[in-house]
């Protein structure tokens, strides 16, 4: 697949927003970015894993930080660039491709932009098929794969490299203290991985996916009178264990945030335009976490949940949300290996301290 049009990147811009689950970070700096490449000429190719040599080197590309506060770090061109090149020197070797850590907002557009800047592909697979603020929160790590070394460093060049640790978890901690004393907002190259280990250890296809989406929303907008029944015939394919169901539609009526330790936290209260007496309450670190019907769940990660504009049915990030917002909330089922025992011992509801176990969408 190649991306050379401005129409493909809007589309995989929505689609990042959608499966960035309210955080990733907002993708609107990364698609300047990437814009930018492809009115130079560049553009960029998207490869499967089973695409790749078995010996390739493949590092992903990520921002670190709170979402809230991207806008007061527009991002250097030059940042990611230089941070791969770092990245060779700590491996002792060239880097064959790119891969998203995460496949939510800013982190599948910035490695997009990146290797159209460098003529490197990209392979089209992340490690969740959404996002999430932790860095061992990815399949890369469940399956074996470290982070380090991770080099790291902010819009105005200050960067730290972190060598060797003896966790991935560890590496998430040094990193987050490093991120909160510059600026609360840097960009990573990590996970170096080779082509063997992508094609056993990620969430394969899902740039694909984000494309299908952000393509899916725009066209049911500009062809059906109700989009919101386009959005649910791609979203809802249980031959492909997909499954999506619509957890609530209102408006916004409170909103508590805080930035703190490099996320951001934040509580949504939503009433229905009805005039009913139903509460709906969103739970969120960096991302959406929980959805609770009148104290009920109906939505619990990993599976996705995403706030639509009732009227637009353009996804938003979680900082964009605003009192009296009228919002359509959608929860869709994470990818089968997120479901994993394995995998939600790690991002499921027990890693973000939550004493609930894990019940999938569909089942709730």
């Known amino acids: 697949m190649i991306i050379n049009t401005i129409e493909q990147i809007k589309d995989l811009t929505r689609g990042a927003v959608f499966l960035g689950t309210g955080g990733g970070g907002d993708p609107y700096v990364g698609q300047l970015l990437l814009q930018q490449e492809i009115r130079k000429g560049k553009y960029v190719k998207v490869i499967k894993a089973k695409d790749l040599a078995d010996d390739a080197q493949v590092v992903s590309i990520a921002g670190i930080g709170a979402p809230s506060v991207l806008v007061e770090h527009l991002q250097s061109k030059d940042t990611c660039r230089q941070l791969l090149t770092k990245m060779e020197k700590q491996l002792g070797r060239k880097v064959n491709a790119i891969i998203p850590a995460e496949i939510g907002g800013l982190n599948s557009i910035i490695p997009m932009a990146v290797a159209a800047q460098v003529g490197l592909p990209v392979v089209d697979a992340d490690g969740m098929g959404r996002a999430f603020p932790h860095l061992e929160m990815v399949t890369f790590s469940v399956y074996g794969s470290t982070a380090a070394p991770v080099c790291i460093a902010n819009e105005l060049g200050d960067s730290v490299i972190i060598e060797k640790t003896t966790s991935n978890r560890k590496v998430e901690d040094l990193a987050r203290g490093i991120c909160a004393n510059l600026g609360a907002m840097v960009y990573s190259a990590l996970y170096p991985m080779l082509g ?143 479901r994993r025992p394995e995998c939600l011992a790690v991002f499921g509801p027990i890693g973000f301290g939550m004493s609930e176990e894990f019940i999938p969408l569909e089942d709730l």
Request: one cysteine or more.
């Open 196 to 338: 063997a280990e992508v094609k056993v250890k990620a969430v394969h296809d899902t740039l694909s996916y984000c494309l299908e989406i952000g393509r899916g929303i725009r066209l049911a907008r500009e062809q059906l009178s109700n989009p919101i029944d386009g959005i649910m015939n791609i979203l809802e394919q249980p031959k492909l264990d997909r499954h999506a169901r619509i957890l609530f539609e209102g408006k916004v009526v409170d909103i508590n945030r805080e930035t703190r330790d490099g996320w951001h936290w934040a509580s949504v209260l939503m009433i229905p335009l009805n005039g009913k007496d139903d509460r709906f309450e969103l739970e969120i670190q960096n991302e959406y976490l929980k959805a609770k019907l009148n104290g009920k769940t109906t939505c619990l990660v990993p599976d996705l949940i995403t706030t639509l504009d009732l009227d637009t049915c353009e996804p938003l990030t979680a900082e964009a949300l605003k009192y009296g917002q009228r919002l359509r909330i959608i929860g869709t089922a994470a990818t089968p290996i997120m």
